[in-house]
Structure formats: structure tokens, C-alpha cells
Nanobody
């Protein structure tokens, strides 16, 4: 089964940048994504990537600021976050699934999850 571990979370000031990493192991994946959840809020899709062709999807709130990418040789997923805002504060989760995935940014589509890493953006 897939195993995912996130790293790179931390505290930054608004306007700053942060890069998250997700080390993956296990079965061959079709989709991977980044999701986040703030206290009292629903888990939301941030970005997703189709492993085979690197096609990417982004949530409206992060378009133009975040970039998802992969290093397939190292089985690592990345999320480069720029121009961070306080509203980006959340626990960020890496997720994976064999697929097929109809809605890449829908959390329910994914069956394998990492434990999460905290991202805190201050004013």
C-alpha cells in the first residue's frame, strides 16, 4: 500500500514562500494531490497532478501562487507556495490514489493520505 510522509511545513509571514515535500512509497500511483484543512473547516483540494503526463489542477484560491510538481525518480511530490496569505494557514496533507479519479481536487477521490504538516502564515 502507498505510504506518504509530508515535510517542509512551518511558520512564515504573509507574502513569504514555503515548499512542501511528500515522500511516497508503495504501489504505482495515478494521481497525487495536496489538500488542506483549517480548524472548523472542510478539507479542500489545493492542487493535484496526474502522474503519467504531469497534468495539473489547482484550486481557485491558490492559482498563480502555488505550483505542484513531482520528481518521479525520487518518488517525491512538491508544493511550492508563494505569496502566502493568512488564509493559507492549515494542515496540509499529501494524498495519492491509483485511480481513476474524476474530480482531482475532491478529497473523497483519494484513498491514501499522509499524516499532514502544519503551515502557519502570520500577518
Amino acid at each position: 500500500q502507498a505510504q506518504l510522509v509530508e515535510s517542509g511545513g512551518g511558520a512564515v509571514q504573509a507574502g513569504g514562500s514555503l515548499r512542501l515535500s511528500c515522500a511516497a512509497s508503495g504501489y504505482t500511483r495515478s494521481w497525487m494531490g495536496w489538500f488542506r484543512q483549517a480548524p472548523g473547516k472542510e478539507r479542500e483540494g489545493v492542487a493535484a497532478i496526474y502522474i503519467s503526463d504531469d497534468h495539473t489542477y489547482y484550486g481557485d484560491s491558490v492559482k498563480g501562487r502555488f505550483t505542484i510538481s513531482q520528481d518521479n525518480a525520487k518518488n517525491t511530490l512538491y508544493l511550492q507556495m508563494n505569496s502566502l496569505k493568512p488564509e493559507d494557514t492549515a494542515v496540509y496533507y499529501c494524498a495519492a490514489d491509483w485511480g481513476p479519479v474524476r474530480y482531482p481536487l475532491a478529497p473523497a477521490e483519494y484513498n491514501f493520505w499522509g499524516p499532514g504538516t502544519q503551515v502557519t502564515v502570520s500577518l
